[in-house]
């Protein structure tokens, strides 16, 4: 009887992730930066049929190595070049997620702490909307943090040693192809400050440390080492050298305070972040399963304070801490389940607090813009008052599912001060998921469309025609993605200038934001086509010879 309702628990898991990630991947556009990127990468391999190497725009993209664009591209050579597409191999990597959550907690203690670890995941903000996402995250993240959960076993099984070193070299080794070398770094840190835990004692053989170094090798080196026999050592090196760089620098607007991971986290990952709170300073003496709370609790620090340090800070950089905090959540959960305590009373009221303002701004966003002739007197940007203009569509009951989320908080906090933990758990993390599945579809496409929507749906309208588009003033890659752009042979030629003043072969369509356009029309040639939100759209003919 066990195996079998254990069996129907795993499907349960794996029909509700489908449920909660699936709907709705294509209700809004994919967002620049990162998404639009990626999925651009993935276009480009299918059109040029290079898939050993990264592009953007046609050429070389040194930040990334391929693994997450091949899923892309083997998605969109199934669904289409879309957003679902896009985002689809990142709904299936969150299903896997969450049933290996389940598995693992449940082998280390037992069916309740592999479900509250599952929901951790499932019902905080951030962690949830990631699966939803076409961002390269959660398939590394995935990868590292299993690659670490057999490090454990490796240290802790030593007959089985072996085994779990190359399945860990197979994992790190492929978060290496997904994301680059950080992947290694990670482990190796995470592996030195455990050992440095328990006062450097021998815990691996050398034979199995080379099992892993040889696996990872032949896993993470076949790309570089096909690409060098190719290439040459040029696409690699560069590879390499941006990698340090991003390390060392900041990228131009993304040059954040040393503690803007620990805000991120902690605001973004509600409401785990508040539960697992009290795991992160509390010491634990008892011994538990597989050392792993130790393990997790390393691998958040490492993640927090790496990310803290490097120049580079972008939200997701610390997206690796999710999968921790949310064990470190089950941890705390399941041990007040065993002693059979309530949860503290400022930490209900904190989760209280956070649950509110999260639902204000559920409400509000909707709301403001509905109501935005309240807010635009007080904006000091000119951009943002014409996006703000833009005109969208509301069906008016958006607001209210930010008030519903608040009276599912309230019912969440009320059960946990009469110490029913379970229900007020359950009721809090399934509640932020039924609000985040419910927003995305009803709330979230109409507010993209104040931000890039109108550039976007110019871009669509130029698919398949003969003409060149760009932005003019900000960075974008919207263009390449929504328009469909194809190859082109005169790539030396096709930059800014060029298409503003040199003798182009066919029309060129510039993207501006409104506060661009005094600048703009200086130049001889542009004709000014419409104005929609904070953006401006001009052409210039091709020249006649």
Same mark, same amino acid.
């Given at each position: 009887?066990?195996?079998?309702?254990?069996?129907? &628990? *795993?499907?349960?898991?794996?029909?509700?992730?489908? +449920?909660?990630?699936? !709907? /709705?991947?294509?209700?809004?556009? =994919? $967002?620049?930066?990162?998404?639009?990127?990626?999925?651009?990468?993935?276009?480009?391999? &299918? *059109?040029?049929?290079?898939?050993?190497?990264?592009? +953007?725009?046609?050429? !070389? /993209?040194?930040?990334?190595?391929? =693994? $997450?664009?091949?899923?892309?591209?083997?998605?969109?050579?199934?669904?289409?070049?879309?957003?679902?597409?896009?985002?689809?191999?990142?709904?299936? +990597?969150?299903?896997?997620?969450?049933?290996?959550?389940?598995?693992?907690?449940?082998?280390?203690?037992?069916?309740?702490?592999?479900?509250?670890?599952?929901?951790?995941?499932?019902?905080?903000?951030?962690?949830?909307?990631?699966?939803?996402?076409?961002?390269?995250?959660?398939?590394?993240n995935y990868f590292i943090f299993l690659g670490i959960y057999f490090c454990a076993l490796w240290i802790e099984k030593k007959e089985e040693g072996g085994k779990f070193a190359l399945l860990a070299g197979l994992l790190i080794g492929l978060a290496t192809l997904t994301k680059g070398p950080v992947a290694l770094l990670v482990t190796l840190l995470v592996?030195?400050?455990?050992?440095?835990?328990?006062?450097?004692?021998?815990?691996?053989?050398?034979?199995?440390?080379?099992?892993?170094?040889?696996?990872?090798?032949?896993?993470?080196?076949?790309?570089?080492?096909?690409?060098?026999?190719?290439?040459?050592?040029?696409?690699?090196?560069?590879?390499?050298?941006?990698?340090?760089?991003?390390?060392?620098?900041?990228?131009?607007?993304?040059?954040?305070?040393?503690?803007?991971?620990?805000?991120?986290?902690?605001?973004?990952?509600?409401?785990?972040?508040?539960?697992?709170?009290?795991?992160?300073?509390?010491?634990?003496?008892?011994?538990?399963?597989?050392?792993?709370?130790?393990?997790?609790?390393?691998?958040?620090?490492?993640?927090?304070?790496?990310?803290?340090?490097?120049?580079?800070?972008?939200?997701?950089?610390?997206?690796?801490?999710?999968?921790?905090?949310?064990?470190?959540?089950?941890?705390?959960?399941?041990?007040?389940?065993?002693?059979?305590?309530?949860?503290?009373?400022?930490?209900?009221?904190?989760?209280?607090?956070?649950?509110?303002?999260?639902?204000?701004?559920?409400?509000?966003?909707?709301?403001?813009?509905?109501?935005?002739?309240?807010?635009?007197?007080?904006?000091?940007d000119p951009f943002a008052v014409d996006c703000l203009k833009t005109e969208v569509h509301w069906n008016g009951y958006e607001s209210f599912i930010g008030i519903t989320y608040a009276f599912a908080v309230m019912i969440a906090i009320i059960l946990l001060l009469k110490k029913k933990l379970q229900s007020g758990i359950i009721m809090i993390y399934l509640?932020?998921?039924?609000?985040?599945?419910?927003?995305?579809?009803?709330?979230?496409?109409?507010?993209?469309?104040?931000?890039?929507?109108?550039?976007?749906?110019?871009?669509?309208?130029?698919?398949?025609?003969?003409?060149?588009?760009?932005?003019?003033?900000?960075?974008?890659?919207?263009?390449?993605?929504?328009?469909?752009?194809?190859?082109?042979?005169?790539?030396?030629?096709?930059?800014?200038?060029?298409?503003?003043?040199?003798?182009?072969?066919?029309?060129?369509?510039?993207?501006?934001?409104?506060?661009?356009?005094?600048?703009?029309?200086?130049?001889?040639?542009?004709?000014?086509?419409?104005?929609?939100?904070?953006?401006?759209?001009?052409?210039?003919?091709?020249?006649?010879?």
């Amino acid at each position: 009887m066990r195996q079998t309702k254990n069996g129907w &628990l *795993v499907l349960v898991i794996v029909a509700a992730a489908a +449920i909660f990630f699936f !709907p /709705f991947l294509g209700a809004v556009h =994919l $967002f620049d930066w990162d998404e639009i990127n990626f999925a651009e990468s993935a276009r480009e391999m &299918l *059109v040029t049929g290079n898939y050993s190497r990264v592009q +953007i725009d046609y050429q !070389p /993209f040194w930040e990334k190595p391929p =693994l $997450f664009f091949w899923l892309q591209a083997a998605s969109m050579s199934v669904f289409g070049v879309n957003e679902f597409a896009a985002r689809f191999p990142n709904a299936v +990597i969150g299903i896997i997620t969450l049933s290996t959550f389940f598995l693992i907690g449940r082998k280390l203690y037992d069916e309740k702490f592999g479900m509250m670890w599952t929901l951790s995941m499932l019902g905080s903000f951030l962690p949830h909307l990631y699966f939803k996402s076409g961002i390269i995250d959660p398939v590394f993240n995935y990868f590292i943090f299993l690659g670490i959960y057999f490090c454990a076993l490796w240290i802790e099984k030593k007959e089985e040693g072996g085994k779990f070193a190359l399945l860990a070299g197979l994992l790190i080794g492929l978060a290496t192809l997904t994301k680059g070398p950080v992947a290694l770094l990670v482990t190796l840190l995470v592996g030195g400050v455990y050992w440095f835990s328990i006062r450097f004692k021998k815990i691996i053989s050398i034979q199995h440390l080379l099992l892993f170094a040889l696996m990872y090798a032949l896993t993470a080196g076949v790309w570089f080492f096909i690409d060098i026999m190719d290439n040459g050592i040029g696409f690699v090196g560069e590879f390499i050298n941006y990698q340090i760089d991003l390390f060392l620098h900041p990228v131009a607007g993304h040059g954040e305070p040393f503690y803007y991971h620990f805000v991120v986290v902690l605001i973004g990952c509600f409401p785990m972040s508040i539960i697992a709170l009290p795991t992160l300073i509390k010491k634990e003496s008892n011994a538990q399963p597989l050392d792993l709370r130790k393990w997790m609790m390393i691998l958040f620090w490492v993640v927090m304070i790496l990310f803290s340090i490097v120049k580079t800070k972008i939200v997701h950089y610390s997206s690796l801490s999710y999968f921790p905090l949310s064990f470190l959540a089950a941890y705390f959960i399941h041990q007040h389940f065993v002693w059979k305590k309530s949860f503290p009373r400022w930490q209900v009221w904190l989760l209280f607090a956070f649950g509110i303002i999260f639902s204000l701004l559920l409400f509000l966003a909707p709301w403001i813009a509905q109501h935005k002739e309240i807010l635009i007197p007080y904006l000091k940007d000119p951009f943002a008052v014409d996006c703000l203009k833009t005109e969208v569509h509301w069906n008016g009951y958006e607001s209210f599912i930010g008030i519903t989320y608040a009276f599912a908080v309230m019912i969440a906090i009320i059960l946990l001060l009469k110490k029913k933990l379970q229900s007020g758990i359950i009721m809090i993390y399934l509640s932020t998921a039924v609000c985040l599945l419910i927003y995305l579809k009803a709330a979230v496409p109409k507010i993209e469309q104040y931000s890039q929507g109108p550039a976007i749906e110019f871009y669509e309208s130029l698919q398949g025609k003969n003409v060149y588009v760009s932005p003019y003033g900000f960075k974008s890659y919207a263009q390449f993605f929504y328009f469909r752009k194809p190859p082109s042979t005169n790539l030396g030629k096709r930059d800014e200038d060029w298409l503003l003043h040199g003798s182009i072969d066919k029309p060129a369509y510039f993207v501006i934001k409104t506060t661009s356009r005094n600048d703009f029309e200086k130049n001889p040639g542009v004709h000014f086509l419409y104005q929609k939100g904070g953006f401006a759209f001009y052409e210039r003919d091709a020249f006649e010879h």
